[in-house]
């Protein structure tokens, strides 16, 4: 079955650590997002990929870093200068057309700064 | 202002209620619409895209009004398995970087 796949499903790290989140996709999307969830918020928008060796900053994209060397891969790294970094990272894809806005999610890392 | 604005909740309701949630949207160039359900610490899954004209997949009805940039979402017999979040989204162009996704109404259906 197509889908992605996302680990660590859980992830502990303390302070001033880097750590990489893993997403990898075999729906054969060209785009991919990472996105954060908050108690009460909505998905904000980390980084987003449209197409191989390329990507954009989302609305809060402030200490992360991103790379998409793969079509299939497009891992997320929460670097210590992210002030608040605990909380569940969703990784997404979608086609680039026909049905672009229609999201398909992995099942999230949760991650927490001890 | 939130961009797509839902009650929280939470929704209480028996099992067979009909309930029905509600979701504003402050963009007026978006043009495509969804409704997504997020289980308990699991991810969002697409439940149903909305259509101008109304649309309906069995217990659940959709409906989309633009001139007052409002979407529903309506659940008939509500079953204890419809428990969950619900994401009311718009978006603004092609491609997933113009999603936003309102912050959920969280509902319990009770035996």
């Known amino acids: 079955d197509g889908g992605i796949t996302q680990s660590p499903k859980y992830l502990f790290r303390k302070e001033g650590q880097n750590v990489t989140l893993s997403c990898e996709q075999n729906?054969?999307?060209?785009?991919m997002y990472w996105y954060r969830q908050d108690p009460g918020q909505g998905l904000r928008l980390i980084y987003y990929?449209?197409?191989?060796?390329?990507?954009q900053k989302g609305d809060i994209a402030e200490g992360y870093s991103v790379s998409r060397e793969k079509k299939e891969s497009f891992p997320l790294t929460v670097t210590s200068a992210q002030k608040n970094p605990t909380a569940f990272y969703l990784c997404?894809?979608?086609?680039?057309?026909?049905?672009?806005?229609?999201?398909?999610f992995g099942a999230g890392s949760r991650l927490t700064v001890l | 202002r939130k961009e797509v604005e839902q009650d929280p909740g939470p929704f209480n309701v028996p099992e067979g209620a009909t309930v029905a949630f509600n979701c504003t949207y402050s963009?007026?160039?978006?043009?495509?619409f969804f409704w997504y359900r997020q289980d308990c610490r699991k991810e969002p899954k697409l439940l149903m895209s909305?259509?101008?004209s109304g649309n309906e997949d069995g217990r659940f009805t959709a409906q989309l009004n633009r001139a007052s940039q409002y979407i529903s979402l309506l659940i008939r017999d509500s079953k204890l398995s419809d428990s969950a979040t619900y994401l009311c989204?718009?978006?603004?162009?092609?491609?997933?970087?113009?999603?936003?996704f309102g912050a959920g109404t969280r509902l319990f259906v009770k035996a």
């Open positions: 997404a894809s979608s086609p680039r057309k026909g049905g672009a806005n229609v999201l398909t």
């Open positions: 729906l054969n999307h060209d785009a």
């Open positions: 990929s449209q197409i191989v060796n390329d990507f």
């Open positions: 963009n007026s160039a978006s043009q495509s």
């Open positions: 909305v259509y101008s």
């Open positions: 989204v718009a978006a603004s162009g092609t491609g997933g970087f113009k999603t936003i």
